[in-house]
């Protein structure tokens, strides 16, 4: 299974992205994917998730602000980011917890892609 993401770039303070990440390989089903982030020198902190169903959850520093929502029928993940602050400067990655058999799920991470919010 793999995690590819992409949409990442440099944009000016208020600007937009859109955050793609599509999984591949050979497995059941995904359930919960969601969005990561990790600024230089801090920590890998949730930024946003979305359960097979269910409601969306959000970091609060991004609510109001971003918009998480998946394709199912493409197992693709993404991320509306509005608003843009430079703190939101960080590498993002991608996860998702995927039934790789019926009894047995796991965790994957995408690669990660840049996103530089300019002042």
């Known amino acids: 299974v793999q995690l590819q993401a992409s949409g990442g770039g440099l944009v000016q303070a208020g600007g937009s992205l859109r955050l793609s990440c599509a999984a591949s390989g050979s497995f059941w089903g995904i359930n919960d994917m969601g969005w990561y982030r990790q600024a230089p020198g801090k920590q890998r902190e949730m930024v946003a998730g979305?359960?097979?169903?269910?409601?969306?959850n959000y970091a609060e520093s991004v609510k109001g602000r971003f918009t998480i929502s998946r394709d199912n029928a493409k197992n693709t993940v993404y991320l509306q980011m509005n608003s843009l602050k430079p703190e939101d400067t960080a590498v993002y990655y991608c996860?998702?917890?995927?039934?790789?058999?019926?009894?047995?799920?796991?965790?994957?991470w995408g690669k990660g892609t840049q996103v530089t919010v300019s002042s």
């Open positions: 979305i359960p097979t169903g269910g409601s969306s």
């Open positions: 996860n998702a917890k995927v039934e790789v058999t019926r009894l047995n799920r796991i965790t994957y």
